[in-house]
């Protein structure tokens, strides 16, 4: 049986494991710093970029390369391995063509790359854990090299799940890379997503023998990890993400499911008087102030960037925007003037408390921080989980959605009014309920759930210690 590796008269020591995606990494730094906060002595381990998400947190930084590939905040913008660049592009241009072309790319992708050396990775975590000898991890559902290491040598890890809960399969209903559910808007053909169903399901069997091969070879004395993207830990999920009653269930024996609502810090540092004057430039002309950000990846589309500042400017006469363009924002600068300022990068929160709305893509930090601030948005759902959260966004009340890929001037502007001028019923009880919970509240749940006395918790099969 593992042990709990618990040693008297020191604090817990949590390593927190972290892909070297900036989407990723910055709400587990936050996690990372509230259990520090909770008492416990926290590593946070990601790529080298990510050492200032460590200082700001307050916690001791080790670097751990767990991908070859990355995104240090603008995805264009960072230096990629060979042929990640490529595959990127290959990514943005299958946005272009809608919601199933995207989901397909990515799930051929994903058939390429999200187990590229295991034993690279097995490797590191063993050296990682004979140095630090922590008494528990904390791993990105979505490393999924990193999960089936800390199974493969019995190391005691619980689960955080970056995204839509859905992440973390409930069933076996739905191949993984498939959307639980889909927005008003946007009901792709039953063909389409046949094909989708077929393709996703032929990758997830192909990667859930590849994760039972590494296993059978590494750890022969260890539980066989089972379907591949529901390996997760048996101790303790945690969500950044509001526990929504419609979500699918979960096994009733499996991990405690902690629905921490989201994962953003408590207060964000002023970046600085440059930003307030832009604000205030923006504000003294306008009565109404929009903040537009598609994300790290998809700030590339933009085309798009492009029709919402022009719907916005014809058909939402006294408001302006602040526009998060990314590599774009070189392309997009002719729209720039009295009423739309445009940057590569914006300080995202620190905005939300001083604009009216927010459009944004449906990434997993972008809604549940409009939430934390109250914020009603606009959902451009590209890719990924962004369906399934558009989905929810519109079934709890909080956003409206529409489809990028059939957005022109007029439906981007029309949306646009309609979101300031409507009130969205849901917004504020589940600002309130997401306030209430927070990267405190999933860090003082994980460590109830992974401090037994024993070691050992009732949904965990016995594994064996592989050094």
Same mark, same amino acid.
């Not at 950000?293 to 700030?299: E, Q, W």
């Not at 933009?302 to 408001?319: M, Q």
């Given at each position: 049986?593992?042990?709990?590796g618990?040693?008297?008269?020191r604090?817990?020591r949590?390593v927190?494991?972290?892909?070297?995606?900036?989407?990723?990494?910055?709400?587990?730094s936050?996690?990372?710093?509230?259990?520090?906060?909770?008492?416990?002595?926290?590593?946070?381990?990601?790529?080298?970029?990510?050492?200032?998400?460590a200082d700001?947190?307050g916690?001791?930084?080790?670097?751990?390369?767990?991908?070859?590939?990355?995104?240090?905040?603008?995805?264009r913008?960072?230096?990629q391995? !060979?042929?990640?660049?490529?595959?990127?592009?290959?990514?943005?241009?299958?946005?272009?063509?809608?919601?199933?072309?995207?989901?397909?790319?990515?799930?051929?992708?994903?058939?390429?790359?999200?187990?590229?050396?295991?034993e690279?990775?097995?490797?590191?975590?063993?050296?990682?854990d004979a140095?630090?000898r922590?008494?528990?991890?904390?791993?990105?559902?979505?490393?999924?090299?990193?999960?089936?290491?800390?199974?493969?040598?019995?190391?005691?890890?619980?689960?955080?799940?970056?995204?839509?809960?859905?992440?973390?399969?409930?069933?076996?209903?739905?191949?993984?890379?498939?959307?639980?559910?889909?927005?008003?808007?946007?009901?792709?053909?039953?063909?389409?997503l046949?094909?989708?169903?077929?393709?996703?399901?032929?990758?997830?069997?192909?990667?859930?023998?590849?994760?039972?091969?590494?296993?059978?070879?590494?750890?022969?004395?260890?539980?066989?990890?089972?379907?591949?993207?529901?390996?997760?830990?048996?101790?303790?999920?945690?969500?950044g993400? =509001?526990?929504?009653?419609?979500?699918p269930?979960h096994?009733?024996?499996g =991990?405690?499911?902690?629905?921490?609502?989201?994962?953003g810090?408590?207060?964000?540092?002023?970046?600085?008087?440059?930003?307030?004057?832009?604000?205030?430039?923006?504000?003294?002309?306008h009565?109404?102030?929009?903040?537009?950000?598609?994300?790290?990846?998809?700030?590339?589309?933009?085309d798009?960037?492009?029709?919402?500042?022009k719907?916005?400017?014809t058909?939402?006469?006294?408001a302006?925007?602040?526009?998060?363009?990314?590599?774009s924002?070189a392309?997009?600068?002719?729209?720039?003037?009295?009423?739309?300022?445009v940057?590569?990068?914006?300080?995202?929160?620190?905005?939300?408390?001083?604009?009216d709305a927010?459009?944004h893509?449906?990434?997993?930090?972008?809604?549940?921080?409009?939430?934390?601030?109250?914020? !009603?948005?606009?959902?451009?759902p590209?890719?990924?989980?962004?369906?399934?959260?558009?989905?929810?966004?519109?079934?709890a009340?909080?956003?409206?959605?529409?489809?990028p890929?059939?957005?022109?001037?007029?439906?981007?502007g029309?949306a646009?009014?309609?979101?300031?001028?409507?009130?969205?019923?849901?917004?504020?009880?589940?600002?309130?309920?997401v306030?209430?919970?927070?990267?405190?509240w999933?860090?003082?749940?994980?460590?109830?759930?992974?401090?037994?006395t024993?070691?050992?918790?009732?949904?965990?099969?016995?594994?064996?210690?592989v050094?």
């Amino acid at each position: 049986m593992e042990s709990s590796g618990f040693v008297s008269g020191r604090a817990p020591r949590v390593v927190v494991v972290s892909p070297p995606f900036a989407s990723h990494a910055q709400p587990l730094s936050v996690l990372a710093g509230a259990l520090a906060s909770a008492g416990t002595d926290v590593v946070f381990a990601s790529g080298p970029s990510f050492e200032d998400f460590a200082d700001r947190a307050g916690v001791t930084f080790v670097p751990l390369t767990v991908t070859r590939n990355a995104n240090t905040g603008v995805a264009r913008s960072t230096r990629q391995a !060979p042929g990640e660049a490529q595959r990127l592009e290959e990514f943005i241009d299958s946005t272009r063509r809608g919601p199933v072309s995207a989901l397909l790319t990515q799930t051929h992708h994903r058939g390429r790359d999200m187990l590229a050396d295991p034993e690279r990775t097995l490797a590191e975590l063993r050296a990682l854990d004979a140095r630090l000898r922590p008494d528990w991890y904390v791993v990105d559902q979505l490393s999924y090299p990193v999960t089936l290491a800390l199974h493969c040598l019995g190391l005691r890890y619980a689960t955080f799940c970056p995204g839509h809960p859905t992440y973390v399969p409930g069933s076996d209903d739905l191949p993984f890379g498939v959307p639980y559910a889909w927005p008003r808007g946007i009901r792709p053909g039953e063909d389409e997503l046949a094909e989708l169903r077929a393709a996703a399901g032929a990758v997830e069997t192909a990667f859930t023998g590849r994760f039972a091969d590494v296993a059978r070879l590494h750890a022969p004395g260890a539980r066989p990890p089972g379907r591949a993207f529901a390996l997760t830990s048996p101790y303790a999920v945690a969500f950044g993400y =509001p526990e929504f009653p419609w979500l699918p269930g979960h096994p009733e024996n499996g =991990p405690s499911l902690l629905y921490g609502g989201h994962c953003g810090p408590d207060t964000e540092p002023d970046p600085g008087p440059q930003w307030g004057e832009v604000v205030r430039r923006l504000r003294a002309g306008h009565d109404r102030l929009v903040l537009i950000a598609l994300g790290t990846f998809l700030s590339a589309r933009d085309d798009v960037l492009a029709l919402l500042v022009k719907g916005l400017r014809t058909h939402v006469p006294g408001a302006a925007a602040v526009v998060a363009a990314g590599d774009s924002a070189a392309a997009l600068s002719a729209l720039a003037g009295p009423g739309v300022h445009v940057e590569a990068t914006v300080p995202q929160r620190w905005l939300l408390g001083k604009v009216d709305a927010m459009v944004h893509h449906g990434g997993n930090n972008s809604f549940t921080e409009c939430l934390v601030s109250g914020v !009603p948005a606009l959902v451009l759902p590209f890719s990924s989980d962004q369906f399934a959260i558009a989905h929810d966004a519109e079934r709890a009340g909080v956003a409206r959605c529409v489809d990028p890929s059939r957005l022109d001037e007029r439906s981007a502007g029309q949306a646009l009014r309609q979101l300031l001028d409507e009130p969205l019923p849901g917004l504020g009880g589940w600002s309130r309920w997401v306030g209430h919970r927070g990267p405190a509240w999933t860090a003082r749940g994980l460590i109830r759930e992974m401090s037994g006395t024993d070691g050992v918790h009732p949904a965990a099969p016995a594994v064996l210690r592989v050094r």
